[in-house]
């Protein structure tokens, strides 16, 4: 069994070593075919020319590969020199100095340590005006026409640097992301051009090289990119063929025309874009040329045609994924943010599991602390007791070695008896604990000392405990609101195509322009769309009919929840669609300090917590004046931030419990009242510590909310009771401190005199109710203010949507997809 296990291992090692072998070989590969593209674009580049005596591609290429690839920037230059020696005019010499000369000026710039990629142009610029003006000097034959021709190819050159700089690293793989800008598609476009001018004076059969590359890369991207790729392409290719032949200057309108017309027919396939090019060039060369130009340029269309059709469909995707507005290159970008989504899920996964794990570290200490300190304690005692009076008895091995036991529980019985009884006094020591030591009044002097010490060790000790328990618990809680971090972000990546495409058909339907649709979220009561359009002032087309044909779709209420104005110049905007609140909250508060002063000890807050829920809080901090009044906002302040980061309800206020605790060593603590609204379903859940009762008023009819919780900031540890209720549309909330609920004094029954009052107030208003019920409160106590009085009123009313929802024919209910991904 255990040499076959080994010949398993080894054969398994040797599958894996394979498989990386393969893996580096296939790499190894793939790079090589990129490296030998880039060797013949130097060849074709070393053979092209401008007006059959400018030569600026070579330099340029050369500079750039310098720092794109410098470990094959030699072969690149004897890729040059071989294109060179095999141009039309020669000019190996001219090219061969601009290399060296240019490599001279790189080294001496890095010797500075200023050597950057943006510098390049210039470099390439200089090189070539040095070298073409030392030749004209050196023959004798400077003139101003000379010194122009000098001047135009070294601004060729410096021009051609910049355009190779962006289209040069599609080709060297150094580019992190697919996605390339109108001006770098031009510059790629460029390149390709340049590099077909090498070709130049080839010819297989009557076509020429030139012309059939341009047609094939014309039926390339107009099936790409469409009719303006495929014109732009036209143009362009049109244009440096026509410099570097003077003879085919009525190319680029044909070009140009062919390629129009193969973009147009793109959504047809391969066969109808290599018509529209066929048709193209075949119109324009019969209004244009003699009859052999038609012959010559129709087996031109040909060859690219038959090249065109025999091109493997994974090159065109490559190449679509550059192009902006492609179903490639939306796939890509999806894919990427797919990828980026998951990394950053798991990532965020991984934290949670730490602080989960860190959590029950820090909790298994407080146990482990726990268990150890009872075992522990009275081993404690009973050696620093003998410690400091047995050691010096001369009785001391009679008790110890002799009388082990009986000494041990005799140490025990009176540290029992000390613990019970602190101020334990020697008169009332035992008889018998006399008998058996000598030195009783010395024991119990020492044990009450180590006593003291110990009592004041475990107070600390307590803290660090309290503070450990206290850890674990905010751990435990930043680790659940990460997990939910996590599956938020993984339910992010939900593909739901189908749905946005059915968006952009309704929407389309009703003659509104639609750049983007991207469905985030589709979940019952959270959805969330964004669309990109064209942004029209005034019309304000997202309110009035995007939002209400959503929710004619979708079968909810949806509303605008933002709009962002994108970039200057670009005319879209990014609009926000989500759930609809089915209920608001109108709110109203009153409150007077105690005697009339400035600054009250209550503190209030009213706001939308982000979650779908809306927070009706008040607090009452112990006593009055400025720090209560701090104590009560802190109390506040705390809860709203635990739980507008996503930690439950009772973890949050056993967390602000521990907060206040460990904040002062004074005795300070504060009432929490707080109603969580839901603003879906107005279900309601009460946090009521150490508060006074709430009252719900429904009609005639009021409701008594309460709870027994003592306040936060005295207990270590304190359960939390959470009160539900279900709010209806017309429903008064109110909330007291408890200036106002104890204000009828302790000869009447509180609850019923208040529900009394508020029953007897015919107010709809919440800041009116507030404002008539303080009075009421005022005036039963002729005027006084005893203590500090906040009320605050909520009201609950069903939202009315603002505009109808739009009903289109042919547009049917949306299918919710059943399974998050």
């Known amino acids: 069994m255990g040499r076959s296990s080994k010949w398993r291992n080894m054969i398994g090692g040797v599958r894996g070593r394979s498989r990386i072998f393969e893996n580096r070989m296939v790499h190894a590969l793939v790079a090589k075919k990129w490296d030998l593209l880039l060797l013949i674009m130097g060849f074709l580049l070393g053979r092209a020319m401008i007006l059959e005596q400018l030569f600026p591609f070579g330099l340029a290429y050369f500079g750039v590969l310098y720092f794109l690839r410098r470990d094959l920037v030699h072969w690149i230059g004897v890729a040059l020199f071989a294109g060179s020696l095999l141009a039309v005019t020669h000019h190996t010499g001219y090219l061969i100095t601009e290399i060296l000369v240019y490599l001279l000026i790189q080294k001496a710039v890095e010797k500075y340590e200023r050597s950057e990629i943006s510098l390049t142009p210039w470099l390439v610029a200089m090189s070539t005006f040095l070298v073409l003006l030392f030749a004209e000097l050196i023959k004798a034959e400077l003139s101003w026409y000379s010194l122009m021709l000098i001047a135009v190819e070294s601004l060729l050159s410096w021009v051609l640097t910049l355009i190779f700089i962006q289209a040069v690293p599609v080709f060297t793989l150094t580019r992190k992301n697919y996605k390339l800008k109108n001006e770098e598609i031009i510059c790629l476009i460029i390149l390709l051009a340049s590099v077909m001018t090498g070709t130049i004076g080839w010819l297989i059969g009557p076509a020429t090289i030139e012309n059939v590359l341009s047609r094939y890369m014309i039926l390339l991207f107009a099936l790409v990119g469409g009719a303006p790729l495929g014109a732009s392409v036209g143009v362009i290719s049109g244009l440096i063929l026509s410099l570097a032949n003077a003879n085919a200057i009525f190319q680029m309108s044909l070009l140009a025309f062919s390629g129009m017309l193969a973009g147009l027919l793109k959504e047809g396939n391969r066969l109808a874009v290599a018509l529209g090019l066929l048709l193209g060039s075949g119109i324009l060369s019969i209004y244009i040329g003699s009859q052999a130009d038609v012959i010559h340029s129709m087996w031109e269309s040909l060859a690219a045609i038959t090249a065109f059709l025999l091109t493997p469909r994974s090159w065109i995707q490559t190449l679509a994924k550059y192009v902006p507005g492609t179903q490639e290159h939306v796939k890509s970008e999806q894919d990427y943010a797919k990828r980026v989504r998951d990394i950053t899920a798991g990532r965020v996964q991984q934290f949670s599991e730490v602080f989960r794990q860190l959590s029950r570290s820090f909790k298994q200490l407080t146990a482990d602390h726990e268990t150890n300190r009872k075992e522990d304690h009275a081993q404690h005692f009973i050696n620093a007791v003998s410690d400091r009076t047995c050691d010096t008895c001369w009785k001391k091995t009679q008790c110890w070695d002799a009388r082990f036991y009986q000494t041990c529980a005799f140490m025990t019985d009176m540290m029992d008896a000390v613990d019970q009884n602190p101020t334990m006094t020697k008169k009332e020591i035992l008889p018998e604990w006399k008998k058996a030591c000598i030195r009783t009044d010395l ?51 939900q593909e739901m195509f189908l749905q946005e495409e059915q968006i952009r058909h309704a929407l389309e339907e009703l003659g509104l322009s639609i750049y983007s649709i991207d469905i985030v979220n589709l979940d019952v009561g959270n959805v969330e769309i964004e669309i990109i359009h064209p942004y029209t002032r005034g019309f304000d087309e997202c309110r009035k009919i995007i939002a209400p044909l959503l929710s004619e779709i979708l079968g909810e209420s949806v509303a605008v929840k933002s709009e962002e104005m994108l970039a200057k110049g670009e005319g879209y905007s990014r609009v926000s669609f989500g759930s609809a ?73 056993k967390s602000l419990n521990s907060v206040l605790m460990l904040r002062s060593a004074d005795e300070m603590y504060a009432t929490v009242d707080m109603a969580l609204i839901d603003l879906y379903n107005a279900e309601t859940t009460f946090m009521k510590i150490g508060s006074s009762p709430s009252f719900i008023k429904r009609g005639s009819e009021v409701i008594s909310i309460t709870a027994h919780n003592l306040p936060v900031g005295i207990l270590k540890d304190i359960d939390v009771d959470l009160v539900s ?80 929802t739009v009903r289109w024919p042919g547009v049917a209910r949306m299918e919710r997809p059943k399974t998050v991904s």
């Open 443 to 493: 024991v119990l002097e020492v044990m009450k000392q180590q006593f003291s010490q110990y009592h004041h060790d475990q107070h600390w000790k307590r803290q660090i405990l309290d503070s450990r328990q206290l850890v674990a618990e905010q751990l435990s809680g930043v680790s659940q609101v990460m997990e939910d971090l996590a599956k938020e972000i993984k339910r992010e990546g």
């Open 581 to 653: 609140k089915e209920y608001e909250i109108e709110t109203g508060v009153a409150a007077v300090a105690k005697g009339g002063d400035l600054l009250s000890g209550d503190s209030y807050s009213m706001k939308e917590l982000g979650n779908g829920k809306f927070a009706v809080a008040l607090s009452d901090g112990m006593g009055n004046g400025e720090r209560a009044r701090a104590e009560s906002s802190t109390a506040l302040d705390i809860l709203q931030q635990l739980l507008q980061s996503g930690m439950s309800e009772k973890l949050a206020v």
């Open 725 to 804: 209720s279900q709010l209806k549309s017309g429903d008064i909330l109110i909330m007291m401190t408890d200036g106002i609920y104890d204000a009828p004094g302790h000869a009447v029954n509180k609850e019923i005199w208040m529900k009394r009052i508020i029953q007897e107030i015919d107010v709809t208003l919440p800041q009116d109710f507030a404002e008539c019920l303080l009075e009421r409160i005022f005036r039963y106590q002729r005027g006084k203010i005893v203590d500090d009085m906040t009320v605050v009123a909520a009201r609950v009313d069903k939202r009315q949507s603002e505009w109808a």
